[in-house]
Nanobody, 124 residues
């Protein structure tokens, strides 16, 4: 089993930065795809960024390319999301998730392990 705990959210103004963390526990951390999703009120959960295994490929949603950076520390079993130039449209609860189905990393349905989420609110 994998347990995931997010932290680092907060209330910021447009143009500010935040760094989210997701601490993981359990076996096989290095072989999982580790992924950030977000969900705004009244919206479906949306893919943000993924890193596929230790040293694996990285993928971003078009809406965050050039602003967000995902990384992982396999020694600390932690993934990060550095968010720069935040916009009001980034306001959402941010979740980290893990799956061994690397080919399906962009699909919510592929994930069996989720954190509880951390709130990011960006004002104009």
């Amino acid at each position: 089993q994998v347990q995931l705990v997010e932290s680092g959210g907060g209330l910021v103004q447009a143009g500010d930065s935040l760094r989210l963390s997701c601490a993981a526990s359990g076996r096989n951390f290095s072989i999982f795809a580790l992924t950030w999703f977000r969900q705004a009120p009244g919206k479906e959960r949306q893919f943000v960024a993924a890193i596929l295994g230790s040293g694996g490929s990285i993928h971003y949603a078009d809406s965050v390319k050039g602003r967000f950076t995902i990384s992982r520390d396999d020694i600390k079993s932690t993934i990060y999301l550095q968010m720069n130039d935040l916009k009001p449209e980034d306001t959402a609860i941010y979740y980290c998730a893990a799956t061994a189905r690397l080919r399906d990393y962009m699909y919510v349905s592929a994930y069996g392990y989720w954190g509880q989420g951390t709130q990011v609110s960006v004002s104009s």
